[in-house]
């Protein structure tokens, strides 16, 4: 079938409501209707339940910031349960397309799940409407597929970044619907030592402010210029607010992104490995580096030394 083809899978066609199918094959075109249309995915029939059976530990780093070049991503590539490193060369930065990013803090499974959903159903959107989905509308779409499972255990926490004709977009979603707005963000166990590097050098720009969002696994939708996410996000933070300006170029973007990611990692057990840095511009997004965190911590200890 052309849709299936398309997607380059399947579609459960025998699955009663999956998708918006109905079942019926006769579905498949693409026909007018919102990117939104049928995505009740299979919801438990017992409701919410009245408490987790399993409790998740979860660990990271991730930050976004605009600025007057784009919007910057970047993430560690540690993954932890409990005390327990998993893995050092985790992806944390999820390719939706060519023009969108999606960072991963909470379940691994949960986001990538999730996100792999958004961007096929950001494909429908393109074919139905012959355009790019915008980057505010796409966020949306997450906050309200998540929203249906509020309450049912789902962990994540992600910016969503892109660029489309309104101009760079960045939002945070999360499980529970929560769409939050904002000028920088940084997410993950390691957020509070990003936000110390951040916080340091901010300065406002009412220009930055516009299509700037987090979403997470609660269903929230959060709009702003700059975030962080996770264990480490109070850590990112401090570094962002303090060097943090709409008006930095693009190497200090580059520098300051990569600083505070190193620096959460350096106090939140949780959060390690590598930095891997993305610039999402104009004509779509980049992979700029990924640099361990033991090499950036030789290069900052020798800087600070001379």
Known sequence: MALASVLERPLPVNQHGFFGLGGRADLLDLGPGSPGDGLSLAAPSWGVPEEPKIEMLHGTTTLAFKFRHGVIVAADSRATAGAYIASQTVKKVIEINPYLLGTMAGGAADCSFWERLLARQCRIYELRNKERISVAAASKLLANMVYQYKGMGLSMGTMICGWDK???GLYYVDSEGNRISGTAFSVGSGSVYAYGVMDRGYSYDPMCIRDSYYVDSEGNRISGTAFSVGSGSVYAYGVM?????????????YDLARRAIYQATYRDAYSGGAVNLYHVRENGWIRV???NVADLHDKGKARHER
């Open 241 to 253: 607010d303090r060097g943090y300006s709409y008006d930095l170029t693009v190497e200090e973007a």
């Open 166 to 168: 309104r101009g760079p």
């Open 289 to 291: 580096s990924s640099d």
